[in-house]
């Protein structure tokens, strides 16, 4: 009888196991792939935080901070908040480590799991996984353009192309609060109930995301940022697209964007699968020029993005791809019989040196089952050896795609392997 286990995952948390967790471990690396060529360094921060750095960075009047935070206290009573996202401790890094005051921008990325306290759905978790990067100090159309072209990349690496580039300017800390004023004017100027209202209040661009079509329709022709920009914004938005135009990355002009964090300013950009329903952001960033001194830091300019991991591999399933190896192995051992067995686990040892993924049947379970071992590991060859094959000092070679089998000297088995898995 087969015991179930009394312990399940937390609510909208995913697990990743084998052999699906290949394709995780692929899409994390390969969404950083093209950062990495970039001159990124990797930075590795706590998962929880102190909880005034996320209000303070992300935000007070957020959706993030004020409903999804997993804000506790320690035993020391301090109020601890295990991190929704990853800018504001990147922030608190450069800062603390003084990285600012170095050569610039500093470029850092990461990848790790954040949390958040949502509403589980398909595609909306409460751990989630992102990567990210985060170019510090350098206020330079060219950059937003790098930052953007490496999201479009790692999308695209991973064979992902059923997807769009949204784009858009906030604006500065010159013009921003006069399109604010503007937009609020517009906004209570309407018959909206007391809620939004008092959102158009707190934060008024939040209520041009308002789903509900009656709102939809009244906010039709609010006044957009993008009509707004100073004469320095609209200058380097023109730039910034103008890069992407040259570098080959397709975007379309989105000026009705909200992104769920208070920090950006300027550029601003979300990449958008048709494939996925509601939750269908894979990743977003943007500038957030104002970030680093609200954070106790000098006034530097950053921009970056966060990519969703779980999503991008909801995204390949939706297209019919798929990313990284499932096989365990390249290369499988089945002994048979104790002498053969002492034989072959120094037979995978040398494989492995020698960078040949190896598997073994291990627990004597017969001829049979240990073949069937062999198929399910995925391995592209089985190594079959016998009392017979160690007097002869060789070892049967199975293609497990063809089923041919042939005996090859012992000694040879780890050049004639390497040839055969390069071939
Ligand atoms: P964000 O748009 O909040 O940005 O998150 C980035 C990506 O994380 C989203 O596009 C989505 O793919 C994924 N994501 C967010 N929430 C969930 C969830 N509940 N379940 C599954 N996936 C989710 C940020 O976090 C910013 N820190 C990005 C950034 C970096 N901006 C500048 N630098």
Not at 325 to 345: I, M, S, T, Y
């Amino acid at each position: 009888m087969t015991k179930t286990s009394s312990f399940s995952a937390p609510k909208g948390i995913p697990d990743y196991v084998p052999p699906g967790s290949a394709e995780f471990v692929a899409v994390r690396d390969g969404l950083l792939r093209a950062a990495r060529l970039a001159g990124y360094g990797h930075i590795e921060l706590p998962v929880f935080e102190d909880t005034g750095l996320f209000a303070r960075g992300v935000g007070e009047s957020t959706d993030v901070v004020t409903k999804e935070m997993y804000t506790f206290p320690d035993r020391g009573d301090r109020s601890v908040t295990l991190r929704p996202e990853g800018t504001a401790g990147v922030m608190r890094a450069v800062i603390e480590h003084g990285l600012d005051r170095g050569q610039l921008p500093v470029k850092v990325c990461y990848a790790g799991p954040f949390f958040r306290y949502e509403r589980p759905q398909a595609g909306r978790y409460r751990q989630l996984q992102q990567v990210g990067i985060e170019a510090i100090g350098v206020d330079d159309p060219a950059l937003d353009a790098e930052v953007i072209a490496i999201a479009d990349a790692g999308f695209r690496g991973l064979g992902l192309d059923g997807f769009r580039l949204e784009v858009t300017s906030l604006g500065d800390e010159t013009c921003r609060p006069q399109y604010r004023e503007l937009l609020q004017d517009f906004l209570l100027g309407l018959p909206l109930d007391e809620e939004t209202k008092r959102r158009a209040q707190l934060n008024p661009l939040r209520v041009l995301d308002d789903k509900r079509p009656e709102v939809r329709e009244m906010t039709a022709n609010a006044p957009l940022m993008i009509d707004h920009l100073s004469e320095s914004a609209k200058a380097h938005f023109e730039q910034v697209l103008g890069h992407l135009e040259a570098l080959g990355v397709p975007y379309v002009v989105n000026p009705r964007m909200v992104r769920g964090l208070d920090y950006y300013t300027k550029t601003t950009f979300e990449f958008v699968h048709d494939g996925l329903g509601a939750q269908s952001g894979i990743g977003g960033g943007g500038r957030y020029d104002g970030l680093m001194a609200e954070l106790g830091g000098q006034p530097l300019s950053g921009i970056g993005f966060g990519l969703g991991v779980d999503r991008t591999m909801l995204a390949l399933t939706a297209e019919g791809k798929s990313a990284g190896n499932p096989a365990r192995c390249e290369v499988f051992g089945v002994p048979l019989g104790d002498a053969a067995k002492q034989r072959l686990v120094v037979v995978a040892a040398q494989l492995r040196a020698a960078g040949v993924r190896v598997d073994l049947a291990y627990g004597g379970r017969g001829v049979k089952g240990a073949m069937k071992a062999a198929d399910r590991s995925g391995a592209k060859f089985t190594l079959v050896l016998g009392d017979r094959d160690l007097a002869e000092n060789t070892v049967g070679l199975k293609d497990m795609a063809t089923g041919d089998q042939r005996q090859i000297p012992l000694p040879e088995v780890v050049g004639v392997i390497r040839e055969s898995l390069a071939g």
